[in-house]
């Protein structure tokens, strides 16, 4: 037992989580000179090299820019404006750019995270606390929240009172898990597929990126820099990675990207192989207390539209803007519908997600019906103007609801 009693210190702000939502809201935060803490359970060097997605909304990017965040991800991005259907051996371009005049950035998220980190903590001189130990949330419901947590170098326990708890720190963190059973509704969703997420080190094989409708299941291909290419592979639900060998791996994604015309993919050692089962939950509201949800603490959005990292970004930027008015202005109009706001966002975006899984998976459903009605889901993309543009604006946000 630790015979020192828990020192405490006094903070508006306690953000849980080093991730882009908590970084950002840190960051929005510090620079209106709102007092502010972040803590995180890993190290600085994992959060900046932890493997995620990097497909980045261009509204996205705009909020960033306009709170000077965004330098590096506008000198270093890669923009996108077309996509690359493949199926039935044929292969079809989807200039989304074109028909809605907006295109995605593909920067990776370690990048993003290794930027924002390097703005609140070095440049902006925020408070960041790494590798702090068993994080608990108390008195949730009072004026006088706090968060506690051990400092692993010296098994110090510290308690940070505050006015609110930003919790931004995951599916697996412990703000959601802090909210009583029965006190917020939690909607589930498991789509019974699950995709092996690889990492090869190899060129991309394309200049776009490449989804593979195939009676074998879904592939996809997503460039991640020059060297390094992002691939998923359908595969069953809690599937070992290791039963996915480095020739199987590249015989199956030779199967399900080929068509006609398209060039031979580039091979390469595969640095990264773990399995995703492809699940949604939706957390209502977002707030308990003075807890705020925030990214996937409080919505998990399948991978499959990529838009998780879009949905934490949005988040971050409503209920930061929300705290510093609340802080500066004594205006609570941002905290009040904070909870709404976002979560017309989040369930256009896990609507669109099911869609899309639709699409991806129904092929390889093994039901002769649902494969033929995707194929002509599919087609319709390449048939009808009105139909493409309304699949682009959903892609690509720029349709969401506010």
Known sequence: MNPHPPSEERRTVVVVGAGPAGLTVGNILRAAAVDCVVLETESRQFVETRPRAGV????????LRER????????????????????????????????????????????????????????????????????????????????????????QRHVLRCEFVAGCDGA??????????????????????????????????SDCVVFGVHPNGFAGHMARSPEMTRYYLQCPPGDDPENWSHDRV??????????????????????????????????????FGRLLLAGDAGHLTAPIAAKGLNLALHDAFLLADALVAHVVKGDDTGLDGYSHAC?????????????????????ASGDPFLAGTTLA?????????TAATSF???YLGSAAAY
Do not use: N
Request: with cysteine; aromatic share 10%.
């Open 68 to 155: 000077g965040l965004a330098d590096a991800l506008s000198a270093r991005a890669q923009v996108h404006d077309a996509c690359e259907f493949r199926f039935a051996d044929e292969r079809f371009r989807f200039d989304y750019a074109e028909l809605t005049g907006h295109h995605h950035y593909v920067y990776p998220q370690p990048l993003l995270v290794t930027d924002l980190v390097r703005e609140y903590a070095d440049v902006r001189g925020g408070d960041v606390r790494f590798g702090v130990r068993d994080v608990r949330l108390h008195d949730l419901e009072t004026d006088r929240p706090a968060v506690s947590y051990t400092d692993p170098a010296t098994g």
């Open 377 to 385: 889901r599919l087609r319709r993309l390449f048939t009808s103007r």
């Open 56 to 63: 980045i909304e261009e509204q996205v990017v705009r909020g």
């Open 392 to 394: 682009a604006e959903q």
């Open 250 to 287: 590249w015989d199956e994604l030779r199967q399900r990207l080929g068509a006609a015309g398209a060039p031979p993919l580039s091979e390469g050692r595969l640095l990264e192989k773990r399995v995703l089962d492809m699940h949604d939950y939706v957390v209502e509201p977002l707030v």
């Open 172 to 205: 697996r963190g412990v703000s959601r898990e802090a909210i009583p059973d029965g006190r917020v509704r939690i909607s589930r969703r498991d789509y019974g597929v699950g995709w092996l997420a690889l990492l090869a080190e190899a060129p991309p094989s």
């Open 343 to 363: 979560l017309r966002r989040v369930w256009d975006y896990q609507e669109f997600s099911g869609f899309l899984s639709g699409i991806y998976h129904g092929t």
